[in-house]
């Protein structure tokens, strides 16, 4: 009896850790969806670019190492690669974005994807099932983020704090806040933490207000 009671117990966990299609989720349609909008969106890779003329991206600390050096060579910064690899690669499509359930539910993490390590590169997520209760817009935000893992780039540790001018981050939110404004909706109570060179130039385009 007891050793059934385990097997079931065994049997339920593993159900609910199994992974299942995104699209099985309406919300996360949509937001597989309004990526595209994103990168249909000049703005975005005008704010990125002036981000990093102002030298506003933080790319130190590794997080480049599993790019290839040959092929980041070729480009003129590490933004000019980031946009080269929204603009050829694109979106995650209906087929690879997943939903998963963390083992440890009071975990942050939003979602989990394998580094491209060059040639080698998985096009695919999985999101978090424990953090499903969020809009479309924030889904977005962290499909366009986990597509930088997915185009090589990784962040030292998986925090936000102290991670807001990472690439991933900054692309993230501002694509984010990007489909807010475009969707005419209250961006005053936007609550995540940005890098600071990014808000300023969210405040400079009128799209944040002034704190
Ligand atoms: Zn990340």
Same mark, same amino acid.
């Given at each position: 009896?007891? $050793?059934?009671?385990?097997? #079931?117990?065994?049997?339920? @966990?593993?159900?609910? /850790?199994?992974?299942?299609?995104?699209?099985?989720?309406?919300?996360? #349609?949509?937001?597989?969806?309004?990526?595209?909008?994103?990168?249909?969106? *000049?703005?975005?890779?005008?704010?990125?670019?002036?981000?990093? *003329? *102002?030298?506003?991206?933080?790319?130190? =600390?590794?997080?480049?190492?599993?790019?290839?050096?040959? *092929? @980041?060579?070729?480009?003129? &910064? &590490?933004?000019?690669?980031?946009?080269?690899?929204?603009?050829?690669?694109? %979106?995650?499509?209906?087929?690879?974005?997943?939903?998963?359930?963390?083992?440890?539910?009071?975990?942050?993490?939003?979602?989990? +994807? !394998?580094?491209?390590?060059?040639?080698?590169?998985?096009? !695919?997520?999985? #999101?978090?099932?424990?953090?499903?209760?969020?809009?479309?817009?924030?889904? !977005?935000? +962290?499909?366009?983020?986990?597509?930088?893992?997915?185009?090589?780039?990784?962040?030292?540790?998986?925090?936000?704090?102290?991670?807001? /001018?990472?690439?991933?981050?900054?692309?993230? =939110?501002?694509?984010?806040?990007? #489909? @807010?404004?475009?969707? &005419?909706?209250?961006?005053? &109570?936007?609550?995540?933490?940005?890098?600071?060179?990014?808000?300023?130039?969210?405040?400079?385009?009128? %799209? @944040? $207000? +002034?704190?």
């Amino acid at each position: 009896m007891k $050793n059934a009671i385990i097997l #079931l117990v065994f049997i339920a @966990l593993f159900q609910s /850790c199994a992974i299942t299609k995104g699209t099985e989720n309406s919300t996360v #349609l949509e937001a597989i969806n309004l990526q595209s909008s994103v990168l249909n969106d *000049e703005l975005f890779y005008k704010i990125l670019t002036e981000l990093e *003329e *102002e030298n506003g991206v933080d790319w130190s =600390n590794g997080r480049m190492d599993k790019v290839n050096a040959q *092929e @980041l060579s070729q480009y003129a &910064n &590490n933004m000019s690669w980031l946009i080269a690899q929204y603009k050829e690669k694109g %979106i995650y499509s209906t087929d690879e974005v997943f939903l998963w359930r963390k083992w440890n539910p009071f975990s942050s993490t939003r979602a989990v +994807t !394998t580094p491209c390590v060059f040639p080698n590169c998985l096009n !695919t997520t999985k #999101l978090n099932k424990w953090h499903l209760k969020r809009s479309k817009f924030s889904f !977005t935000n +962290t499909l366009i983020h986990e597509r930088v893992h997915s185009f090589g780039a990784i962040h030292p540790n998986q925090s936000s704090r102290g991670n807001e /001018c990472d690439p991933s981050y900054v692309a993230g =939110n501002l694509a984010e806040i990007l #489909l @807010l404004y475009r969707h &005419n909706q209250n961006l005053d &109570n936007y609550d995540k933490i940005l890098c600071p060179g990014l808000k300023s130039k969210l405040i400079v385009y009128g %799209i @944040l $207000n +002034t704190p």
